[in-house]
């Protein structure tokens, strides 16, 4: 667990997530990226017999392309944070600031996922005599998150992001605090950025732990969200929380 101060003076805590459990997402996606590769494949095949076998081959480096670099960013950039095999483990993506973090770093932090690959073993294709296909190891990746604190990769501290425990009470032992007493779940009355739902799902699951006076401090700022005083600005901030938490 880490601890970072905000500049508000809140402070939050960050579970980062060890190579262990983050190899086992990893494994998920390769399963879910061969699914997808074998799906691209039927249609590059149908591209090719339609249109020739000069179009399909170029339709099959873009769509290879798109797919190996477009799976990682799509799910990371969504409103989860994460892709299915984070999902399924518990992890999501943050800036190191805990916050969400921007579509610019997760673009950095998987183009700079060539780097944490290296080095590529050569896997030979006896099928195909001396021919032989390159196999990632993630050796770079293993030994720079084994060496940094917060169990980053190369691509992390390229964009200054982190892969932390989604829910802090799956495989550390801390258990997040339950809502206000009497909180009924409602939806925000107006449309709120991806920056904006974090924002008040973090004062919903903090919450309990500040005394009612910072609470009430911190709704404050969102007066033209929750548009009532003190104290039900807080309760009514809770209640938007527990809804976008939920959905």
């Not at 258990?175 to 920056?195: C, D, F, M, S």
Request: charge should be positive.
């Amino acid at each position: 667990m880490q601890r970072i101060e905000l500049a508000e003076g809140v402070e939050v805590e960050l579970h980062p997530a060890g190579p262990m459990v983050r190899a086992l997402a990893y494994l998920i996606d390769f399963l879910w990226n061969i699914l997808l590769l074998l799906g691209l494949g039927l249609l590059i095949a149908v591209i090719g017999n339609v249109f020739g076998g000069g179009i399909g081959m170029g339709a099959a480096g873009l769509l290879l392309f798109a797919a190996y670099w477009g799976y990682n960013v799509l799910f990371e950039a969504g409103p989860r944070a994460a892709t299915p095999g984070k999902r399924s483990m518990g992890l999501k993506v943050v800036s190191v600031t805990g916050g969400p973090a921007s579509l610019g770093s997760i673009m950095l932090r998987n183009v700079a996922r060539a780097a944490d690959v290296m080095p590529l073993a050569m896997v030979p294709l006896r099928e195909f005599g001396e021919a032989a296909v390159p196999v990632p190891t993630y050796f770079a990746g293993l030994l720079c998150c084994l060496f940094t604190s917060r169990f980053q990769r190369l691509g992390d501290i390229a964009a200054r992001t982190l892969v932390v425990y989604a829910n802090p009470s799956l495989g550390t032992g801390h258990k997040v605090p339950p809502p206000l007493p009497g909180t009924a779940p409602h939806p925000p009355p107006v449309v709120l950025t991806r920056e904006e739902r974090s924002a008040v799902v973090r004062f919903q699951e903090r919450s309990s732990l500040w005394s009612q006076a910072r609470r009430e401090e911190l709704a404050a700022h969102a007066s033209g969200l929750t548009r009532v005083p003190a104290p039900d600005g807080v309760q009514d901030l809770t209640a938007m929380g527990v809804w976008l938490r939920d959905s």
